[in-house]
């Protein structure tokens, strides 16, 4: 069994409104030495092992369903559970 | 300046409807070895350097702003970017 961990950002190129609120918002409460927000998804799956490799396993799904690739990066960890 | 990656994660007891969604979603798409799925969110946050401590400022807005402390668990990693 494998635990993976999927980070998924925006590109740097593309405009993040929803960080540029948050970042307000935190400036608005007295912090304002954050100078920049940036909000992306974190995912982590379940995957048991099966006769197709996990790697290719993880970038198949990230680039069908859970990631836009115009949009987003994304990069992953996996780790191997042993089953106590 | 720090970059600062905030990771906030549903609590274990907590259901994750939309972790459920995509798990079967997955599934449907023949990945049938996707046996789980965790939504969560992650932050990258820009911090100058100021006179408040770095460790401090991150726990204030996390438990303030960006984490529901009830349902939801955060964790992060700091790290110092010197200006070229």
Known sequence: MYKV?????LRESVLDPQGTAVQH???SLSYTEI????IGKYMEL???KSD???NEVV???????LVNTV???YRY???EVVAQ
């Open 52 to 54: 197709r490799n996990v």
């Open 46 to 48: 379940t995957i048991e």
């Open 35 to 38: 100078s920049d927000v940036r």
């Open 5 to 9: 961990k999927v980070y998924v950002t």
């Open 71 to 73: 949009i987003e990066d």
């Open 77 to 79: 960890d996996v780790e």
């Open 25 to 27: 918002s935190l400036n």
């Open 59 to 65: 970038k198949e799904v990230c680039e069908k369903l």
